[in-house]
Structure formats: C-alpha cells, structure tokens
C-alpha cells in the first residue's frame, strides 16, 4: 500500500473566502510553468487562468534560495491582490523555497489554497515505480533544497538518486529543445541515474518536460517519466471541490498572461508550448499594477499578525509596505 500523499484540505477556514468566479493564479520564473497551465486548461475548461512568467529575475534554479523565496512571495502577494481564489507553484524551485510560508500566508489567513509541483510528482513516482529506483533531475537550487528526498521520505524503502541540471532551463527558456547540444547535455546529465538502474525519472522543473524527447531519447523506453504537471492538475481540482471553489460554468474572461520582462520572446515560446490560449502576453513591473484591485500588497506584518491572532485585517490605504 502506498503513503498518503495526497493533497491536504484545510478546514480551520478564515470567515472571509475567496470566490468561485475568480481566476486561478498561476506562476514560475519563465515558460516552464506553462506545462502546469496546459494541464489546467484542459482538466478544468470553466477555469480561467491568470498566468505570472517572472522573467526578469528568473530562471529561479541558479538563485540563493532566499532570493527565490522574496521574488515568490511577492508574486504571489500581488497575484492574491488581484482577487485569485486559488494559488498554483508552478516551479520547482519556488515550491522548495515557499510552500510552508504560502500555506501560512494565504490558506490559513485568507482561506486562497496553495498547490505545488513535487508533492503531486512524488505521488506519482511513488505509484510508478517498479524495482524502487527513482531518479529526480531538477535545478541546483531544488537539488540543494532537498525538497524531493524530503517529501519522498513517506516512501522510506525508495532509493532516491538527485541530479542537478543547471543548463536544461535555458535551452528551454531560448526555445531549444532538440539538437546536437541538448542531446550531448542530457547524456552527460542522465549518465549517473543509468548507472543506478532506476525505472522511474522525475522531472523536478516545470520547463523539462518540454524536453522529454531528448530526456526519453536516452534514458530508453524501459524508464517512466514522471512530469508534475497532469497531477497537479489533478490537485488543483482537489482543492477547489473541497474549498468549494470550482466554477459551474465557463468564465467570460480569456486567460491572461503576464511577464515581468520582455513580453515578446515570452509570447512568441509560450504560443510554441501552449497554443492559442496565449492571445497576447502583456509586460507587468508588478502584477498589482495590472489589476489594482486589491490589498494584500499593501498588508503590513502588523496586519497580518493581527490576521493571525483571530482579526480580520483592515487593508492599508497607503501603497507602501508589502507582507
């Protein structure tokens, strides 16, 4: 019988909660997350998507982890400004860097549900595996976290083998995804998890599943390739039947699409990897800016420590201070 890992539902819930007309947001450093947005998209049609590219500061896997984790937090302050009733980590990295602050921070406080991506890819290699052999090739900021050896610590009797693959992301990022160079990296990369014998390969980045040709290419067909982004669709509906969230009819809205930095080489690769959902990507200094409708980026620790002691926040006037 295989660990309980499935996704939690939080029932010590906030008076105050989101709606179910609202958008899911979504976010990663760049492209990659668009995989999670695909699965999305075609698992919850009603659904609309508010999509955050942080391409100016990313990719995230090079970065301190606590860079990472600020650059996260305030996108997704700024996404729940914008009123999304759901939140969606659509990076390995930044799942690693923020998940238990995120559930503090928007579950418990504002009843916004958090998915991630390694939780949900766990599960499945978990499910997956047949001689108990799993490999994991993520960022070095992923590997070094060790977010995946630690969630895969309900499944003690797994071996667990880790490789970081810093240059992955940007051939993906610069929209290579075949030819002579990818395939010579994947073979220097994937060459100590052939010698482990495993069965099963994570794919701990959201932007590797776009190169799973050349991944399958040389790990061989005898190997499962497990992508986070169908299961955590998968949890996203979850979450949303259980908060009593999901849309009963299709929204009016398109999905919107949001970068940080150029909107152009974003829009052109995110047209390649999703298709006509992308209609136009529009460029953001702050994704509050977008939608200013909100107040959650204005929220002082003051508040947020009153939110925490059982006070409804009163949001700030001022444009100042974030949480």
Do not use: W
Not at 264 to 292: D, I, K, M, T, Y
């Amino acid at each position: 019988m295989h660990p309980d890992l499935s996704v939690p539902v939080d029932d010590d819930r906030p008076t105050v909660r989101p709606v179910a007309d609202a958008p899911i947001g979504v976010f990663d450093s760049g492209v990659g997350g668009l995989t999670v947005a695909r699965a999305i998209i075609d698992q919850l049609p009603n659904e609309r998507i508010v999509y955050v590219g942080d391409t100016l500061n990313g990719p995230y896997g090079p970065l301190p982890i606590a860079e990472v984790r600020a650059h996260a937090l305030r996108i997704m302050d700024e996404l729940v400004d914008t009123g999304v009733k759901l939140l969606v980590i659509a990076c390995n990295t930044a799942s690693a860097a923020v998940l238990r602050d995120a559930r503090e921070r928007y579950t418990r406080t504002y009843g916004i549900p958090v998915v991630e991506v390694i939780q949900p890819a766990v599960r499945r290699a978990v499910a997956s595996t047949r001689n108990g052999r799993v490999g994991v090739i993520a960022t070095q900021a992923t590997v070094g976290s060790r977010a995946y050896e630690d969630t895969f610590a309900a499944a003690p009797q797994l071996e667990i083998h880790s490789v970081a693959c810093p240059r992955f992301v940007p051939f993906v990022e610069s929209g290579v995804t075949t030819g002579p160079e990818v395939l010579a990296t994947a073979e220097e990369y994937l060459a100590p998890l052939q010698e482990r014998s495993i069965d099963t390969l994570v794919l701990g980045c959201t932007h590797y599943p776009l190169l799973t040709g050349v991944i399958s290419y040389v790990m061989g067909e005898g190997v499962t390739l497990v992508s986070s982004a169908e299961e955590t669709a998968k949890d996203v509906f979850r979450a949303l039947m259980g908060h009593d969230l999901a849309r009963s009819v299709p929204a009016d809205e398109p999905h919107e699409f949001l970068a940080t930095g150029d909107p152009e080489p974003f829009e052109e690769l995110a047209r390649r990897f999703l298709g006509p959902e992308v209609l136009r990507v529009r460029h953001v200094g702050s994704v509050a800016e977008q939608f200013p409708t909100g107040s959650l980026s204005k929220v002082t620790p003051e508040m947020l420590m009153e939110a925490r002691n059982g006070a409804r926040p009163v949001p700030s006037t001022s444009k100042g201070n974030k949480a």
